[in-house]
């Protein structure tokens, strides 16, 4: 009986013919224990899966075949992939399971609006809140709540609770290395889904936080590379044009979308000229008005007078920067420095972390517009305009320090390396000059060697200063001014052969080392990063050195008083106690 029914079972199924040759309409040569003839001479394979239907008219064979061979090996495919089974988009596929606890997500959130909303106001506490309920259904929503926590643990501030491990299936350890493994884990998922042919304004953001985290990193060709692709991405949306915004009928998302235009703008000129870069993006659209939310007009202030700021520095500077052009006047760059002198007012109404960066940053690209001048032949000792004199990073010096002697460790410290960059480029051209103007009085007066000082020791405090940019500054200092004595810093090791300042400097004028500098195109700058080894240096006092003065350079020289720097109240310290995101009511 076995044996009847096994036959009568083939012979059944070769009543009619598999699903290859019933979709071919040829007929099936087989006997329905293994594949037939024509699957076998085609390299199908032989099923009898499909469903009987009525016949139909014929159509090309030749067809059918690569149709079927296509289906076939694209299922084959699927199947087989790193042995997965769920769909590219299932969340069993996308997430991590116990990589992020729910208390890690708020406090890198909190974190984010206490201390870096006021510089990036692009994100909105509701909408993140909505974003993160999507983080299970959607993987861009995944990807900038991820590419978020990691960009904040990854600030030098950002300390988790220990309670936030407790629902994580990680060990304990420290937010660096989490927040790397987040970032890594944002690259990992976005690999799933084409983000790059449909974009969101979430990819934008998930690319601007990569950026800033491979930044905080020192991974500089890795965060150029996601700091173009957030700007591509926001042409690609059409971000540039605005009549993007006049089309969305969210009021809030579309004021964060400008707000985020204007962010890239600015962060893609300050790394152009930290870096040598071009640029892509450029002043199309409105700037953000007070009225986009009136509970926040301290920190848009503070945020439209960073963009005019850097407005200036268009193609044409940068082009002249990369010497990628020819062509400008000491009239132009008079206008250019007189420009940025009243670009910001006396008193600001922003936050005090807000403060930091503009006060630093006017100052520092004062300095980057007396390089250009110095590198086109065009300073004089004799100049009509400050701003062309040799003298002038003196002034700029003067200038910076007292801005920043008013200012809390804690808002100076929100802007991590990239504050303590700027700093450290005026430092250097302030060595540069006095190691070649000489002093021509002396005074109990404040002078450049205590603007030295002050640099160093700011430097020094700020996480990161110490162990890294320290050592390079006594450096410079030990080959530009070797007998110039350094209270309270003790100097690092020296490199094996000590150069002289021309010597780190080819005849193009480009740096020899590897880092390239904002100031590489000049013969006044930063000594390349990787100079000598970083390591910490002993002896350090938190406390400015004093008796180290004496020394007046002409007529630059501390003011009496500087109102345009003063805050109100009683003097401060050095780093008082204040919270960065409170609003700031001083210079």
Sequence with gaps: MADSSSSSSISNATKRACDACHRRKVKCIGDGAKACKNCTSSGLTCTYNAIPQKKGPKGSRAKFITELRENQRQTQLSSGRNGIEETPHSPAYLRKKGLLSMEMITACVDYFFANMYPTMPILHRVKVGETIGQMEQSPEAYCLVVSLCGYMMIQPNMVLPPTAFQDADIQLQPSLELGQLLILETLRVRKTYDYIESPTVWSVITSFFLFGSYFCLDRQNTAWFHLREATTLSHVLGMQEESHYQTSGDVVESSRKRRLYWLLFVTERAYALQKHKPLSLHATISLPTMEDDPTETVELSGFVHLVN???????????????ARTGCSTEWLAALQQQLSDALPVYLASTESQAVDLRCSQQWLRTMVWQLSISHGYLSSVASENG?????????????????????????EVHGIGLIEKLFDVACTLIDVMSCVPHEQYSFEYGPRDYLNQFMTIISSLRGGQQRYLPLLLTKVHDAMPTMPTPGFSMPMAP????????????????????????????????PLDAIAPHTVPGFRHSFPLGTSGIGYGDVTAPVSMPMYQ???PPQSMFPTSTPGQEYRGG
Excluded: C, Y
């Excluded at 010096?397 to 920043?404: C, E, F, G, K, Y």
């Excluded at 000590?498 to 006044?524: C, I, K, M, V, Y």
């Design 496 to 527: 094996a052969s000590s150069r002289l300042l021309e010597d780190l400097w080819d005849s193009e004028g480009n740096s020899q080392g590897q880092t390239h500098s904002s100031s590489a195109s000049t013969p006044f700058g930063s000594p």
């Design 567 to 569: 805050n109100q109240g």
């Design 309 to 323: 700021l850097f407005r200036p520095f268009d193609d044409t500077f940068v082009g002249l920067w990369n010497k």
């Design 388 to 412: 062309l004199s040799f003298k002038f990073p003196i002034e700029i010096s003067r200038d910076m320090i007292t801005a920043m002697s008013g200012f809390s460790q804690a808002a100076m």
